[in-house]
């Protein structure tokens, strides 16, 4: 789903641990690193997405996380000229406009399950210190991860502290 702009609307979700780290995943076909994310569908609210997403992507629910935030508003990058597609006819899709999600994940590891979709978008994943991802990054998406992991950790740093304590 495009908005007018281009932006395909989409929903990134950080996973924090008991120990304050992130899920940090490896994808299959593009063989990046990247948090889990994905596109929204017609009629979906971004938490319907994000659940949905959290679901297909690494097999957990609702009932495997607390939401610990979600960002105000909308981050946006814009892909590389090579990377700019066509969605459907006359749509072009120029990048990607998100709302990000920090989840705290209340169950065991055990339950994060990459393999439920019959097209898995990764093939293994990790966990990985909170400010990692933004060095691994592919370059153009950089800067939404930095302001990203900046908002959601600003609100909830007592509970990050917290956790990296035990």
């Known amino acids: 789903m495009l908005d007018s702009a281009g932006y395909r609307l989409n929903v990134g979700i950080v996973i924090v641990n008991g120990e304050g780290d992130v899920l940090w995943a490896h994808r299959t076909r593009q063989g990046g690193w990247q948090f889990p ?3 929204m569908q017609q009629g979906e609210t971004p938490e319907q997405a994000m659940y949905r997403e959290l679901h297909e992507e690494v097999g957990l629910t ?4 607390d939401i610990w935030g979600v960002t105000r508003g909308w981050l946006r990058y814009r892909l590389p000229e090579k990377m700019i597609r066509s969605n459907q006819p006359g ?5 990607q406009k998100q709302k990000w999600f ?4 209340t169950s065991d590891e055990s339950v994060v399950n990459t393999s439920l979709s019959p097209k898995p978008e990764f093939k293994e994943w990790r966990w990985v210190s909170y400010w990692y991802p933004v060095t691994q990054i592919i370059d153009f998406k950089r800067s939404v991860y930095k302001r990203m992991l900046k908002d959601l950790s600003v609100p909830h740093a007592d509970k990050m502290r917290q956790l990296r304590a035990h």
Do not use: E, N, P, Y
């Not at 920090?102 to 994940?105: D, G, M, N, V, Y």
């Open 102 to 105: 920090l989840l705290h994940l």
């Open 62 to 65: 609702a009932s495997d996380v």
């Open 91 to 95: 749509q072009i899709c120029i990048g």
């Open 37 to 39: 994310q994905g596109g």
